[in-house]
């Protein structure tokens, strides 16, 4: 876990090198990071600066935020699910991909369910988390074999149940799978979350 020493203040890059460093140490095989610390330190801004670095760089970068208020289920996700559908109709690839990907596409983006041309018979219940645990490990696994993936999450301590649970699913069986797991043939991916560390936000995870 990477905690900022002090707030990132403009000019200061220690910490922003620190991170970097760690993603690309993660990134040929994939693997998870966490950036955790009090309110205020600048874990906000420190994951801005990274997902403009690795912008620049050619990666493809989604980032979410969660958001206590939202009755959404797994509201982080759906603003990276956005950004992904961006990306692949840059390139003409965006039908094709969703129709692939209904399961995940219908739960995260449901104005789309009816663009997705097997949607009426591949879209789960969004209460049948084992199913779409499993679409959305499919939608990560051939975006990263399009471009090597950096997905980003903000505020996770804030997230609901459902995003918190998607988000440990992913870590486990995508992005650092546990030992005895088999890992994802071809996947190349980092997935990074910023969490408060104090006791309010413990409280709230609870």
């Known amino acids: 876990m990477v905690s900022p020493s002090k707030p990132l203040l403009e000019g200061s890059r220690k910490n922003l090198t620190a991170l970097v460093e760690m993603h690309d140490e993660l990134a040929a095989g994939g ?3 966490v950036v955790g610390g009090p309110r205020g330190v600048g ?5 801005g600066e990274l997902r403009k670095e690795l912008a620049g760089r050619g990666r493809l970068v989604l980032f979410g935020r969660a958001e206590q208020a939202s009755t959404q289920p797994s509201a982080a996700l759906r603003e990276p699910a956005a950004q992904a559908l961006a990306f692949l109709e840059a390139r003409g690839a965006a039908e094709d991909f ?3 990907h209904a399961r995940a596409v219908n739960v995260l983006m449901p104005q789309l369910s009816g663009f997705a041309r097997s949607s009426a018979r591949g879209a789960p219940r969004a209460r049948d988390k084992a199913a779409f645990f499993e679409a959305l ?3 990560f696994t051939e975006l990263s ?3 090597p993936l950096t997905l980003i999450l903000s505020d996770l301590h804030a997230g609901d149940d459902d995003t918190r649970d998607a988000v440990r ?3 486990q069986h995508l992005f ?4 005895g797991a088999e890992p994802v043939e071809g ?3 980092v997935l990074i979350c910023g969490t408060r560390t104090d006791d309010e936000a413990t409280q709230a995870a609870a």
Not at 43 to 47: D, G, S, Y
Not at 176 to 179: G, H, Q, T, V, W
């Open 145 to 147: 074999h399009l471009q």
């Open 98 to 100: 969703v129709d692939a």
């Open 187 to 189: 996947f190349c991916g």
């Open 31 to 33: 693997g998870v990071i």
């Open 137 to 139: 490990r499919a939608f």
């Open 43 to 47: 874990k906000a801004l420190l994951l």
């Open 169 to 171: 699913f992913l870590a």
């Open 176 to 179: 650092n799978p546990e030992p």
